[in-house]
């Protein structure tokens, strides 16, 4: 095949993806009264919406964070059997088909379920509440996180934490002062696809929490109601979205490149590539 | 260095600090690093990137910070991040940080083996300074034996993980127990077979030439004898007592006021006066003598 030749169906088959992956989101704009989005924002419906998606996304990002931190530091810097098993544990919702998620967690919490009889002498129910969402958001999104989150562990030079261990520092004042801060730009960027994910997350909340307004109806379940009742409505919640995403895109690529920045302050007398100085 | 930090554990053995044991595996005593008293200065130095040069000397204790930064010429840079530091402050900084918490013994990997040769000179003439100040023991790594003859009281020489030699840093450079201690301490190692003789051996060299030593020994040695122990002369002299190795005159250069002069397989010393006087340069022809008394033999590596 000759050179212009491959050049030419590269091009053709990249035009064709390219379009296709833009295509939804060109239409989206187009198709959407943009003008009206502000007022059909403001409908009422949107307060409680807007209101469920902040609370529960706030409770399960904090989640995320507070027990995903010291899971990746755990994983990250200690070397022991069954580690890898775990790692893929983490991943698995990755791989997970959202719905499967949704009866997985229906299957652990729910009346019949794992939990069932023990969550019911306690008072508790958790399936179509907006704790079920909290759940829901927080199984999906974590491995964003702690996966992104191991990786910014294991990129701090273990020399660092050496050194602070010597230096008269137990591992809990290292992980504080040393790793912590080393690994922090990792740690925001892994966060931020995780809450990219957990804001868009559907199909594992629409089973185990339902469809349930002012509870349980998040921006994306939004979207799903308001297909049939007031489509323009839809549509606007989609815009918002994207705006959102978009956002959040742009955060991570703006923190991807100031961690780039920060750690390339290597004095040129370094004769060693060790990330430390 | 690791194991004595903490760092890494032992399979077996003991170390002690005057008789504190830190770690004992027949007892079962295993402290963490941050227990022992040690201040470990890392070969890449291992100054935490985030932190100004003030923070980090005051990492492992406040007390001292001040008088350690003034003490190694880094109060100007205090404000600083190790990023921006050459390597030679980079090392003081490393230093003060590891004296800060006062530490019982101070381990030092590899200090040199990172600088440049002009700054490598300055340094060792600092840490000489440095470790006659500090009345601390020391330990440090090198695989300059010159750093350690200028450093060092006692020297240990190991060798995939055996200790060869452990003795002060005279004996060491003056009777080497094996080969490789001999060549590390800049002698002449020349193999061959030995067969005793009275008064000592007669060694047939693999070059083909037979030596005599003063030492007694049988089968395969190496014949050790150092560059500023062989005579330098046009032709070989008449006395049968002396050894003589002739030989065409490699490579001359200058170091340290004495002038070396490679002689075949031979590493000779002598004075520029007699480098002249003998017209030493490249493709001459010249003999190299030395007595009996300064053979010394010492096992050969592969055998």
């Known amino acids: 095949m000759g050179r212009a030749a491959f050049s030419a169906l590269l091009a053709l088959c990249a035009g064709i993806s390219l379009t296709f992956l833009a295509l939804p989101l ?30 529960t996304n706030a409770i399960a990002n904090a989640l995320i964070l507070l027990f995903g931190t010291p899971t990746a530091y755990l994983l990250a810097t200690r070397r ?49 509440t907006e704790w079920a969402v909290v759940l829901a958001v927080t199984f999906v999104a974590s491995p964003f996180y702690v996966r992104q989150a191991i990786s910014a562990f294991e990129s701090v030079d273990p020399l660092l934490p050496a050194a602070s261990r010597t230096l008269g520092a137990g591992p809990a004042r290292t992980f504080w002062r040393v790793s912590l801060p080393l690994a922090a730009g990792g740690l925001v960027a892994g966060w931020v696809l995780a809450f990219a994910r957990g804001i868009g997350e559907f199909g594992a909340t629409i089973v185990f929490a339902g469809n349930v307004h002012g509870e349980t109806q998040t921006l994306p379940l939004g979207i799903y109601e308001q297909l ?44 060693t590539r060790s990330r430390s100085s | 260095m690791r194991a004595i930090a903490g760092l890494v554990r032992p399979d077996a053995g003991r170390i002690e600090l005057d008789g504190r044991a830190w770690f004992d595996s027949k007892a079962g005593v295993d402290l963490p ?29 406040t007390e001292r910070t001040d008088e350690l930064l003034d003490r190694f010429r880094i109060g100007h840079l205090a404000d600083a991040r190790p990023g921006a530091l050459s390597g030679g ?8 940080r590891a004296l800060a918490r006062d530490p019982a013994v101070l381990l030092l990997d590899e200090p040199l083996s990172a ?81 005793p003789v009275p008064g000592g051996a007669e060694v047939a060299l693999d070059l083909g030439t037979t030596i005599r030593s003063g030492e007694t020994a049988s089968g395969r040695v190496g014949a050790v004898v150092y560059p500023w122990e062989l005579t330098l ?3 070989a002299p008449a006395d049968d007592d002396l050894n003589a190795l002739a030989g065409t005159v490699g490579d001359v250069s ?22 002249e006087r003998l017209g030493l340069a490249r493709g001459a022809a010249s003999v190299a003598t030395f007595p009996a008394a300064s053979v010394q033999l010492v096992p050969l590596d592969d055998d």
């Open chain 1, 26 to 55: 060109v239409a989206l704009f187009v198709e959407t009264p943009l003008g009206d989005v502000p007022d059909l924002l403001g409908d009422p419906v949107m307060r409680d919406i807007i209101a469920v998606t902040a609370r």
């Open chain 1, 80 to 128: 022991f059997r069954g580690r890898s098993l775990l790692v893929t544990l983490v991943e698995l919702p990755l791989v997970l088909p959202p719905a499967v998620a949704g009866i997985g967690l229906l299957a652990a919490f729910g009346a019949g379920g794992l939990f069932g009889d023990e969550l019911q002498d306690a008072g508790i129910v958790l399936p179509f």
């Open chain 1, 228 to 271: 049939e009742a007031n489509f323009d409505l839809a549509l606007a919640i989609g815009v918002l979205l994207v705006i959102l995403s978009g956002s959040i895109l742009l955060t991570y690529k703006l923190v991807a490149t100031w961690r780039v920045s920060n750690s390339t302050s290597l004095s040129p007398f370094a004769l």
């Open chain 2, 33 to 61: 690093p941050e227990e022992r008293s040690v201040g470990l200065v890392f070969q890449e130095y291992a100054l935490f990137p985030h932190m100004s040069v003030r923070a980090n000397v005051s990492y492992g204790g």
């Open chain 2, 89 to 96: 402050e980079r090392q003081r900084v490393a230093v003060a």
């Open chain 2, 115 to 195: 600088l440049d040769a002009h700054t490598r000179a300055a340094v060792r003439a600092e840490l000489q300074e440095l470790l006659a100040e500090l009345a601390l023991p020391a330990i440090f790594i090198t695989h300059d034996f010159r750093d350690a003859a200028a450093l060092a009281d006692r020297v240990g020489v190991i060798v995939d993980g055996r200790l060869r030699q452990l003795d002060r840093v005279e004996e060491i450079g003056r009777r080497p127990a094996d080969a490789f201690v001999a060549t590390l301490t800049g002698a002449n190692l020349l193999p061959g077979i030995a067969r």
């Open chain 2, 233 to 235: 002369a046009a032709t």
């Open chain 2, 254 to 275: 200058v170091e340290g006021g004495r002038v070396r002069v490679r002689l075949g397989e031979l590493v000779c010393e002598c004075s520029p006066a007699d480098a």
